[in-house]
């Protein structure tokens, strides 16, 4: 920003000086506006080619004194020009070498493909939950505007196998198709899935019949936003309170969440009937859902209901207190 800055004011001091000597040649030879120009350019750019030289004595003072001040001037111009230049190009070769080598320490992160309306969504959220990300995106103007952020960035195309490599989706824990086009989601899922067979993925559909080619290309989850915005608008307009309550619970100014917790092996809930742990009467976490090792799921379980190694709690609940739910299923005290 600084040498933004020194070149505005750089052009500033030339047009200054072009205008400074215009308007002394004019005044003190006598010439006409053009030859004054053509004057002053001239000394400016130390051209020479001596063709209108200035005539009086004060007019050959004021050259000799002008011919410094637009040599200088001239030279201020070209040097901050070229400093702007090659500090931009260092920051640029040096911020790029940085940025590849923080995200190639990345593990068990996330990658998106795709910063449109869909990806910008997911991206905020990820951010929210101050979550290991990378964006793979090919558009130079959503380009810069998610390294304005200090956003993992990804500069190519995510439907080709390296692409997805240089971002690490070996290492990666989950990844995000969501391009506009289902064809090329589909691409990606299936390159993906090749190269991570436990990668969890999570793909955009924008057609309803590309959701069954997005599940037999590996993707776990298909989310199609026109189909679920229309569901929403039907419990929105024949349910409100329902839809009320969901708002409620996405809402940015209230602090509730749901969160997904693996009860390990360690924790002290192993082998105790949710009633007997502090899970709703210290923490006032709910717990709607349980599924377990088995793969079955249990909706609303009651309090005589034990919790076993490798069940996973669907909990509700503030923040802070999922934050020491989380820590109550990992054993830490």
Not at 312 to 318: D, E, F, K, S, T
Request: aromatic share 6%; charged share 25%; proline share 3%.
């Amino acid at each position: 920003m600084r040498s933004r800055f020194r070149i505005r004011y750089a052009v500033i001091a030339l047009a200054v000086a072009i205008a400074f000597g215009t308007a002394g040649f004019h005044l003190i030879e006598g010439w006409s506006l053009i030859d004054s120009l053509y004057m002053t350019v001239e000394t400016v750019t130390t051209v020479g080619y001596g063709d209108v030289p200035p005539r009086s004595v004060g007019g050959r003072i004021f050259a000799i004194i002008f011919m410094f001040v637009g040599v200088g001037t001239v030279a201020y111009v070209l040097s901050s020009t070229v400093q702007r230049i090659v500090q931009s190009e260092l920051i640029a070769t040096f911020g790029a070498r940085r940025r590849y080598r923080e995200m190639s320490k990345l593990r068990n992160h996330y990658i998106i493909c795709g910063a449109g309306r869909v990806g910008s969504h997911i991206i905020r959220d990820l951010e929210r939950a101050s979550a290991h990300f990378i964006v793979i995106e090919k558009d130079a103007e959503r380009v810069a505007h998610l390294a304005d952020r200090r956003v993992h960035v990804l500069v190519g195309d995510a439907t080709l196998e390296e692409t997805l490599r240089e971002a690490g989706v070996e290492r990666a824990r989950g990844l995000a198709a969501c391009l506009p086009d289902d064809a090329d989601n589909v691409y990606v899922v299936l390159t993906a899935r090749d190269l991570n067979p436990n990668l969890h993925i999570v793909a955009r559909a924008a057609e309803e019949q590309a959701e069954a080619k997005l599940i037999r290309a590996g993707a776990n989850r298909v989310v199609a936003p026109i189909i679920m915005g229309g569901r929403r608008m039907a419990v929105a307009m024949m349910k409100p309170a329902v839809d009320d309550f969901m708002d409620s619970i996405t809402a940015d100014n209230l602090d509730l969440n749901f969160e997904q917790v693996e009860v390990e092996a360690s924790s002290h809930l192993v082998g105790r009937p949710l009633r007997a742990t502090p899970i709703r009467s210290e923490l006032d976490v709910v717990i709607v859902s349980i599924r377990l090792r088995n793969g079955l799921r249990l909706f609303n379980p009651n309090a005589e209901t034990v919790i076993e190694e490798g069940d996973l709690l669907i909990a509700i609940g503030r923040t802070d207190a999922l934050v020491r739910l989380g820590k109550l299923a990992r054993g830490i005290d």
